[in-house]
């Protein structure tokens, strides 16, 4: 069955660091999502990424964080200027022609 | 404000117990609705999809039901066992390729 992955599974940074995170969306999939879940939270979202562009966009996603779908197949999250609040789980999802989005198994960043 | 509710945060249960997860959502347009499984510190696993025109879903000994009008959703598991202990998240989506909005989650624990 196809899954959708995401590298690293866990990536631990520096304050200030710069970090990209990766996902690989099931092949025919069409609709993009990052999502974040801060230990003991609720999962939030993030941002939506359609045709090349983003669809929508949470409070949450300021100008630290950029996403990219650099070569077809790829989906990435990169946040500038990591902060402490920032470590977090970071799910990766993606959606075809179906209603279900896809949830990949997530990267812990740890921000020291 | 699209609210998602999950009632109880916790439950304890002998193994073998029927039980009754609930979720609630404040704003009923709903496109569908999912159920997930989170184990501790893991991923999203998705056990059933509802969609808006669907009244309940079966998987196994899991049956999630929907009823829209009064913005409610139950996720029953009959005959629990231990490996069933893990937290249980719901998530409303409102268009097909919007976000999905998370509960908080309810923790199981089933004791043998």
């Known amino acids: 069955e196809p899954e959708v992955t995401q590298t690293p599974s866990h990536q631990v940074t520096q304050m200030g660091q710069e970090v990209i995170l990766r996902c690989v969306p099931i092949s025919n999939h069409l609709y993009f999502y990052w999502y974040r879940q801060i230990l003991g939270q609720k999962v939030e979202f993030l941002v939506s990424f359609y045709n090349n562009e983003i669809s929508e966009k949470s409070e949450i996603f300021d100008d630290q964080f950029s996403v990219e779908r650099p070569d077809g197949s790829n989906f990435t999250l990169k946040i500038r200027s990591t902060k402490l609040e920032d470590s977090a789980m970071y799910f990766c999802?993606?959606?075809?022609?179906?209603?279900?989005?896809?949830f990949g198994p997530g990267t812990r960043l740890t921000v020291t | 404000k699209q609210e998602v509710t999950q009632i109880p945060a916790a439950l304890s249960v002998p193994e073998g117990e029927n039980l009754v997860l609930n979720c609630s959502f404040t704003?009923?347009?709903?496109?569908?609705l999912q159920w997930f499984r989170q184990d501790p510190g893991k991923g999203l696993t998705s056990l059933l999809l509802i969609q808006s025109s669907q009244r309940e879903q079966t998987s196994g000994r899991l049956n999630a039901s929907l009823d829209k009008s009064s913005g409610r959703s139950t996720l029953y598991i009959a005959a629990s066992q231990p490996g069933d202990s893990a937290t249980y998240l719901c998530?409303?989506?409102?268009?097909?390729?919007?976000?999905?909005?998370f509960g908080d989650g309810t923790t199981l624990t089933v004791k043998p």
């Open positions: 704003d009923s347009a709903i496109y569908n």
């Open positions: 998530a409303v989506r409102y268009t097909n390729a919007g976000k999905s909005t």
């Open positions: 999802a993606s959606k075809g022609t179906q209603s279900e989005q896809y």
